[in-house]
């Protein structure tokens, strides 16, 4: 039997422009699942780990993280941290999105956990597919559960 949650996507932008964008393309590559949007890293960070900070509140959740590196009152690299650091969060993948594409920073994002970086402006193309195969690949799989 497949007790398998919808996933809902999380995405941390503070362009309003460029968060409007995202969700037209992932709506565009057919994926209906539920988006949660936040203009900043503290909004963000209390959904994902709680106001007690411990991730709790999410686990067993199915989570898609979406994150812009540049938010207006921390960096995505501290909530890329933090989300997997945390024991309930950590096998959340974590889409980042930005406009730098420096290669240091982009290897710290994937030192730190980061399934996907993609240089803004993207192809937006290869971004909805991306997005969709991330669907695919939820609607088939569990993200299995910390003990």
Not at 31 to 40: M, S
Not at 62 to 86: A, H, R, S, Y
Not at 102 to 107: N, P
Not at 128 to 142: D, K
Request: a negative charge; charged letters at 25%.
């Amino acid at each position: 039997m497949n007790d398998a949650r919808p996933v809902t996507i999380i995405m941390v932008e503070d362009d309003e422009g460029h968060a409007r964008l995202i969700e037209k393309n992932i709506r565009r590559a057919g994926v209906a699942n539920e988006i949660l949007a936040f203009t900043n890293g503290t909004s963000a960070l209390n959904f994902l780990l709680g106001d007690d900070g411990t991730g709790l509140v999410n686990k067993g959740r199915q989570l898609l993280v979406l994150l812009d590196l540049n938010l207006p009152d921390m960096t995505g690299i501290d909530i890329l941290e933090k989300v997997k650091g945390n024991e309930h969060t950590r096998r959340s993948p974590v889409v980042v999105l930005t406009t730098t594409d420096d290669q240091r920073e982009i290897q710290r994002c994937y030192d730190l956990g980061a399934n996907v970086y993609i240089t803004k402006p993207v192809d937006y193309d290869g971004f909805a597919n991306a997005i969709r195969q991330l669907g695919l690949f939820f609607s088939v799989m569990q993200v299995p559960e910390a003990d």
